[in-house]
């Protein structure tokens, strides 16, 4: 049962677009929520996080919005460029153990 | 800044046989984590160590096992291979139990 559920498969956004990509759980016991990004070949790279006190944290291109109470979280890449062309992840844990729950990943390619 | 350091990064065994994946976690890091990544699946968590003692566990099937060592350093040990096991193997590494988690570049294991 995949306990954090992600959208969409894949995703083809122009040069300088916005990517949105959404994740959806159940567990309020989750409290800690983050997206990697990998490349083929690589292991998941760290990009940003968040946690439940906040509604939304930027790190230059990169937002996640947080809603606590749809339970849903999304990250927006602003100004998307071609290098951003990788499988994306959201992930989250639970305050109780540390164990990642990963969404199914995202296949983003970002055209010229 | 040092990274997670994964060994081998290519492994290729026969039904049957066994297997041992290293896994240098970063620098005064001491929480290590053990993923399997199917191709074009989301990394599924197989278990975790937090000095040096088991602290969470997952899809790990009992023909493995692993241990961290007072190093910190970790080891999976990977027995009767099957065709099923052939995937990516990550290790991450947190400061503490819970945190944010860095993931190695990966082994790839190919049973045949």
């Known amino acids: 049962q995949q306990q954090v559920k992600q959208s969409p498969q894949s995703l083809i956004v122009q040069k300088g677009g916005i990517s949105i990509i959404n994740c959806a759980y159940e567990?309020?016991?989750?409290?800690?929520f983050p997206w990697y990004q990998q490349f083929p070949g690589k292991g998941p790279a760290l990009l940003i996080a968040?946690?439940?006190?906040?509604s939304e944290k930027k790190e230059g291109r990169f937002t996640i919005s947080f809603n606590k109470s749809a339970k849903q979280f999304s990250l927006h890449i602003m100004d998307s460029q071609p290098g951003d062309s990788a499988t994306y992840f959201c992930?989250?844990?639970?305050?109780?153990?540390?164990?990642?729950?990963f969404g199914t990943g995202t296949s983003l390619t970002v055209i010229p | 800044a040092a990274g997670v350091i994964q060994s081998p990064r290519h492994l290729i065994k026969e039904k049957r046989e066994t297997a041992t994946l290293k896994c240098y976690p970063i620098?005064?890091?001491?929480?290590v984590y053990w993923y399997q990544q199917g191709p074009g699946q989301d990394p599924q968590f197989l278990i975790s160590?937090?000095?040096?003692?088991?602290?969470d566990k997952g899809s790990i099937p009992d023909r493995f096992s692993a241990q961290q060592f007072s190093d910190y350093h970790s080891e999976l040990n990977m027995s009767s291979l099957e065709l099923g096991d052939s995937a990516l193997y990550f290790c991450?590494?947190?400061?503490?139990?819970?945190?944010?988690?860095?993931f190695g570049p990966g082994t790839r294991l190919t049973v045949t």
């Open positions: 991450a590494s947190s400061l503490g139990n819970g945190n944010e988690q860095y």
């Open positions: 567990n309020t016991a989750f409290d800690y």
């Open positions: 968040i946690r439940p006190d906040v």
């Open positions: 992930a989250a844990t639970p305050n109780t153990g540390n164990q990642f729950y």
């Open positions: 620098p005064r890091h001491d929480t």
């Open positions: 160590f937090y000095e040096k003692m088991q602290s």
